[in-house]
């Protein structure tokens, strides 16, 4: 209603009249003291006869409608956390927050049409579930674990639950909190019909706490050195400002996390997601990701056909094309991730028709393909040389495997 606007209606056989008014505060020379908001104001009018109905079933009806309206013009938002040093101070918060503007959703993201599905009647289940968590006397929450290698659309598929539920999103940086009750106070703060989202969670939290605290210990040893030494010696210096660092580092432990998931959930309220996403599932402790804390594992895998055919959709307007076959078989061969056959789709001038773009993508499999075609034989040219040096050829494939996989934990990772 506008200011100062009649409105009638009937309800039930009730005839209301509502009336709007508004209070303006008396301008204020100028004060330190805080200028009071205009007031608005709402007269309802009815007859005496219908008193019954408006008291019992009207009033709560404008509520209801009221709350539905408020939930519909709703701007999302996309929370996150300050570090803790901005924490007070005048009008300083724990989270900083922008409109969350993101387009993607289920329709655009590309993944098979029966998975999308599974998840979505997943999501409606749990965002209509306040009464079966209540009957069931568990905490209105759900966590999501989404794993797969960089470029699958971990991010993407967050916008795009965030937009079918119409949630808040809260990026939680474990890195910049500094300990469990810092994690505590940040989780507190947030509300309800949000998702919690802690990207890359093998990178974030210190699941390998006991290996560095011997290291930490190892350097404290040093500190009986003499200190100007330690000053002179640039490698010393290095070291001492890298441990330094270290001190500043988040000091989240996995059981201050897994506390959170279990207990402080309960005590603020209901209908929170959270999802965790990794690139690397297996390194993830088994007591976080169990049934319970991480209800349910999704894989973000490369790009297959139908995946394709949604790109395809999406950024060349294509049901259909004669390259498609080729681009079925070549998908077969090799693995390619959806962010990068999307990134061949997209056309790079406005000379490039559709086809170019298709042919752009086959050139990009069958060289992705011919790389790992010859990364295969390196690796069994390796082996070869590992059996005839004596080493077994389980020996030179485990050992080869660990250095890589350690070459990608430090590209990542800051551990
Ligand atoms: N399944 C997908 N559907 C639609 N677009 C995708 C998909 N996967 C990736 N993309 C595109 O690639 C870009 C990068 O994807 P996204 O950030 O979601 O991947 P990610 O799995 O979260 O990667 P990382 O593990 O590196 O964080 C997105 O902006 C999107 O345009």
């Known amino acids: 209603m506008d ?13 209301v009249w509502w009336s709007s008014s508004k209070t303006v505060p008396k301008t204020q020379p100028i004060s330190f003291h805080p200028v009071a908001e205009e007031r608005r104001q709402y007269r309802l009018t009815f007859h005496k006869r219908d008193r019954e109905v408006i008291t019992e079933k009207y009033i709560e009806h404008v509520l209801k409608e009221g709350k539905a309206i408020a939930v519909k013009n709703r701007q999302r938002k996309l929370f996150t956390n300050n570090s803790s040093e901005n924490w007070y101070g005048w009008k300083s918060t724990k989270w900083s927050h922008v409109l969350f503007e993101h387009p993607a959703t289920f329709d655009s993201l590309a993944m098979e ?45 967050i916008s795009a639950m965030a937009n079918f539920l119409d949630y808040d999103i809260y990026d939680l940086e474990l890195t910049t909190v500094k300990d469990n009750s810092e994690l505590r106070k940040l989780l507190i703060e947030t509300t309800g019909k949000s998702i919690i989202v802690i990207e890359d969670i093998d990178c974030s939290l210190d699941l390998t706490g006991q290996r560095k605290k011997t290291k930490e210990k190892d ?85 297959c056909f139908e995946a394709f055919q949604v790109l395809a959709k999406n950024y060349l307007e294509l049901k259909s094309h004669e390259l498609f076959g080729k681009i079925e078989e070549l998908l077969g061969e090799t693995k390619m991730s959806p962010a990068d056959v999307a990134e061949n789709l ?3 001038s406005d000379e490039e028709d559709e086809e170019d773009c298709l042919k752009r993508l086959i050139k990009a499999l069958e060289t992705t393909k011919e790389a790992r075609k010859k990364a295969e034989e390196a690796a069994l040219k390796a082996e070869k040389a590992g059996e005839e040096s004596g080493e077994t050829p389980s020996q030179v494939v485990q050992e080869n495997g660990e250095k890589s996989a350690k070459r990608g934990e430090r590209e990542r990772c800051n551990f």
Do not use: Q
């Open 113 to 157: 049409t029966k998975k999308k599905e599974e998840i979505k009647k997943d999501l409606t289940r749990f965002s209509k579930g306040n009464n079966y968590y209540a009957k069931i006397g568990k905490s209105w929450k759900r966590g999501y674990l989404l794993y797969g290698p960089p470029g699958t659309g971990k991010s993407t598929m």
């Open 346 to 348: 997209m056309p790079k």
């Open 219 to 303: 350097g404290d040893d040093d500190d009986d050195d003499d200190k100007s030494d330690k000053e002179k010696d640039p490698i010393s210096k290095k070291k001492s400002e890298a441990e330094k660092e270290n001190k500043n580092r988040s000091k989240v432990t996995l059981s201050g996390l897994l506390n959170f998931i279990d207990g402080i959930w309960s005590a603020c309220g209901g209908e929170r997601i959270i999802v965790f996403t990794t690139n690397y599932v297996d390194r993830l402790d088994p007591a976080l990701i169990r049934t319970g804390r991480m209800d349910k594992h999704i894989e973000l895998s490369y790009c």
């Open 3 to 15: 200011d100062y606007e009649d409105v009638t209606e009937v309800f039930d056989g009730a005839k």
